[in-house]
């Protein structure tokens, strides 16, 4: 039971760092990415190949991956520096499709289909250290520093960009450099928890990595409330809690509870979207601000 | 000859993107919604097709109960997921994100209730004969073609010379006047949904007895709508088809020289580029807006 409740503390803590990293470009600077996964990858491959080649230490791994998947993020700020909107996302779409492709052929680097196995247990500094306190750290960290850019003028600048991007550009905020500094920290966050969740599995492989999941952080982010500090962190809780309460459901076969809970995600996006756009934590803040 | 051959291959599969792009294209003119779950409606239709064969309907039948499942998707999404949703803020994103989760929905049901992975249709019209050294061509290739042009032709003069083609044109232009005129928004709106939807359901048809379908396939279809909606120039339902079957006839070239998994990274990188380099289209006029 302890191992159990320790394995979601981990998984929530690796998700409640990849909703928060999305919620900062989505909730903040407007840019509907759904190739969130990609960089989840990218960070988990890289953190698995530092700890099988080199030393499985958490923190060497963590910046190796948030270098790699921050550095190439740049794929996905290039298109939103040019377009926004429909064509952006079009453009994500395309680049996690297209990943999930590299990630499953480029053998020598991801191990393609069968994945890379047998990742060594982590340590930090030559000392064995477990997953958890390390992935709740980063989480705290990642949060705060949400918090404060989101509150400072960085912040201020994203979500002014969000709003009327022209107005922005004509008040002298450089947009170019304000959406790539944010896709990088968002993208290189998502490649922490990579590394973190190589480590935490000791295993990695493409199936992690698919559209389904990115579409599992933004359902995270949406149900629990966009451009909130603590939505996406109950989003993640939430739909995390989601396949254990599944599994207390005796009719349902253990095979298809999966699709059941694409279901019941699909079903809460689509009818927040029409009954509370706000999300679930979004519409009471909003509330308190106006009162 | 493995070039001539890949071309006509090529033209296959354009026809069928021809045919969903310029679905997702009159849609996204007409009503400026852009309609994620036209992939499912798609989806929707090849499965229909695919039931009523396994039970041994006869194929008109077949192709009526895929248009009809199409076409109901489509205006079912208008009617009760995009219209309350425009009612009180309609964002892209909110737009986005209700019309994701219908697909999600959709599809895992498919895989519920359908079973998971590759579904084809078995006919003999799939079977190419050679027709000249090495190259064969199966009797579905002049379907596709033949179904593309004469849909395209239709599309076109319902478009120009009926009353609610000239309307639905207006609707892309101007929604306000159209009330003026005392003409009704909603109900144009729901049309341009059928009509789109319905244009799905034969690219559908095909692709079931071609390649084969499985639950996930909106995914791909939308891309390919998508990026041909962008590469055609967005409100040009000409560009749309145009893009489509040049997308189509792309990604089968490429395959001389890279392996199939690759063929959709073509469209992709396509796209890329004409996102980067000319997000206005082949025929798009600069967006001043």
Redesign the interface.
């Known amino acids: 039971m302890i191992a159990y409740l320790s394995n979601l503390a981990t998984q929530v803590a690796i998700f409640g760092i990849l909703a928060a990293t999305l919620n900062f470009i989505l909730g903040y600077a407007?840019i509907?990415s759904i190739a969130h996964a990609v960089f989840f990858g990218l960070g988990a491959y890289a953190g698995a190949q530092i700890a099988l080649l080199l030393v499985p230490d958490v923190v060497l791994a963590c910046i190796v991956a948030a270098a790699i998947a921050g550095g190439l993020s740049l794929c996905l700020a290039?298109?939103a520096l040019?377009?926004r909107?429909?064509?952006f996302?079009?453009?994500s779409?395309?680049?996690q499709?297209?990943a999930v492709?590299l990630f499953?052929?480029l053998k020598p680097l991801t191990g393609g289909i069968g994945g890379l196995v047998g990742i060594p247990l982590p340590t930090l500094f030559g000392v064995p250290v477990g997953v958890l306190p390390v992935a709740l750290a980063a989480l705290a960290l990642i949060l705060l520093a949400t918090a404060l850019l989101a509150r400072g003028s960085f912040g201020r600048t994203l979500t002014a960009i969000r709003d009327a991007e022209s107005a922005a550009e004509a008040l002298g905020k450089n947009v170019a450099a304000a959406k790539t500094l944010a896709v990088g920290f968002a993208c290189a966050g998502a490649g922490v928890a990579g590394a973190l969740y190589a480590l935490h599995t000791s295993f990695v492989n493409v199936e992690s990595f698919t559209?389904d999941y990115s579409?599992l952080m933004?359902a995270m982010v949406?149900i629990g409330g966009t451009g909130t500090l603590w939505g996406p962190l109950i989003g993640t809780v939430l739909l995390l809690s989601l396949p254990a309460a599944l599994a207390f459901l005796p009719f349902l076969p253990a095979t298809?509870v999966g699709?059941?809970q694409?279901?019941i995600?699909?079903?809460?996006?689509?009818?927040l979207?029409?009954f509370r756009?706000a999300g679930l934590v979004g519409d009471l803040s909003r509330g308190q601000t106006t009162a | 000859m493995l070039f001539l051959q890949l071309l006509i291959n090529g033209l296959q599969t354009g026809a069928i993107y021809a045919l969903t792009a310029a679905g997702f294209a009159l849609i996204f003119g007409a009503t400026r919604i852009f309609h994620f779950a036209h992939g499912t409606a798609f989806t929707l239709a090849g499965y229909a097709f695919l039931f009523a064969w396994r039970a041994d309907w006869p194929g008109w039948a077949g192709v009526l109960v895929a248009v009809a499942a199409a076409t109901l998707f489509g205006m079912a999404m208008e009617r009760f997921v995009y219209r309350p949703i425009q009612r009180h803020e309609g964002s892209f994103f909110t737009v986005f994100v209700a019309a994701f989760g219908v697909g999600i929905v959709v599809q895992n049901l498919i895989g519920l209730f359908a079973g998971r992975g590759l579904a084809t249709v078995d006919t003999p019209l799939s079977f190419g004969t050679e027709v000249l050294p090495e190259i064969f061509v199966a009797p579905i290739l002049w379907i596709a073609i033949g179904t593309a042009a004469v849909l395209f032709a239709a599309l076109t003069v319902f478009l120009t010379r009926s009353h609610a083609g000239v309307a639905l044109r207006a609707l892309a232009q101007n929604p306000d006047l159209i009330r003026t005129y005392g003409l009704s928004a909603n109900g144009l709106s729901v049309l341009a949904f059928a009509i789109g939807s319905a244009l799905a359901a034969p690219a559908a048809i095909i692709t079931a007895m071609t390649s084969g379908l499985n639950e996930a396939i909106g995914h791909q279809v939308m891309l390919i709508s998508i990026a041909a909606t962008i590469v055609g120039g967005i409100g040009s339902l000409r560009g749309a088809a145009l893009a489509g079957l040049m997308l189509g006839v792309a990604e089968s070239l490429a395959l001389q020289f890279v392996d199939t998994q690759w063929a959709e990274a073509v469209s992709f990188l396509v796209l890329f580029a004409f996102i980067l380099f000319r997000p206005s289209g082949i025929f798009g006029v600069a967006a001043a807006r």
């Open positions: 407007g509907f290039l298109p040019r377009v909107g429909e064509y996302v079009a453009a779409l395309g680049l499709m297209v492709t499953a052929e559209m579409v933004m949406i298809e699709a059941v694409q279901i995600i699909g079903l809460a996006m689509t009818l979207m029409i756009p």
